[in-house]
């Protein structure tokens, strides 16, 4: 994890192995650049890459090899030496000749070959899974002002689904994103997409026409982090409570260990002390928790997406299945009902259509007994 020359004592700045192939154990990551920093030669990490010739007598000492071998790696190794046509013949990259030679070649023809006589067994979320990640390699920003700063910190973090969603919650992230070092905690939770925050609160049968203009992320904006002994509590707005306090007393007359806590928004992930592959704990709207895994921590590279202002960058996004109508069964379900004698079930879902036609009349008058809540189904990600 770290570069060479490490030194033979533990260092709470070099990340090491608690668990092999698990987590590490903790280290702080601002420490960890800095450590890099020092080991690394400017042009480790810079975005300018080095011209040929340079790039080859760097090669030629570091492998100690002379002219003689270097003339001939550069023609086995040529670009011009993988060409299966004449130089006068148009190629065609889509035709593969008849006794390809190149092992690549014999590959992509025996793939042809099974592509054409087999189904293609790859769903949507597989065809698509590093679509997001492909969008952004090698992105440099129209102004220089944009420019990602030679040295930066890149976090890779997982974040999962809410503990109260059975499904995947453990195994599998709903969403991955890139932040930088110099990103704060309260950058990382407003990155975070969550159907709890888009809940509407209320019960609208007799007017369903009229939209609330809130939704639970306007109304409850108290949330925390939990990083290694330490809350961290959003306090940007008056409306924010510090809902960690509660937890702290309580752990006091459990005889657990002291937690301390301090403001996400005034901590920059280079503060923190964490491990890498170590869950810890996002909690938002209440009771809605998620964990956060922060799976890897690099510096920068030129082949990275240097546009600072696309970071937080979103790399991949898990696509739920939507919740359809109980009645139609084509559109996705807009309102949650109960105590509803038209419906097939109680609770039930319905689509804005089929809500109104069958509960209200051309004026647009309550029919029956029942209760209806907005519903946002869990694919409003997709």
Sequence with gaps: MAASEQPTEPSSSIPDYEFIDVNSKPFHIGS???EWLKRLKPEDFSFQSADQDTFEARFAAEMGVGEETMAELRSVCSVDSLLCHSEDQEPDPEVIPLNPTLKTLIHRKKKQHNKASQKNAKNRHDLYADELDRL?????????????????????????????????NYIRPHTTVLMTGSHTLAELRDAICCVSDLQVCGEFSSTPDIAPDFISKDLFKSAFFFFEGVFYDDMRYPECQDISSTTIEWTKSQNYPSF???????????????????????CHQGDCEHLIIITDVRLAHRSDCLDKELYPLLTHKNRALTQKCAVCHVFIGRWYTTGDQFAPSDPCLFCDKCFRMLHYDKEGNKLGDFLAYPYVDRGAFN
């Design 136 to 168: 952004t390699v090698g992105r440099v920003p129209e102004s220089e002002a944009n420019m990602l700063p030679e040295g930066e910190l890149i976090l890779t973090i997982n974040i999962y689904f809410p503990i109260n969603v059975e499904k995947f």
């Design 260 to 282: 301390s806590k301090a403001r996400m928004e005034d901590t920059r992930l280079l503060d923190l002390k964490v491990k890498v592959g170590y869950p810890y704990l996002y």
């Design 32 to 34: 960890l650049r800095d």
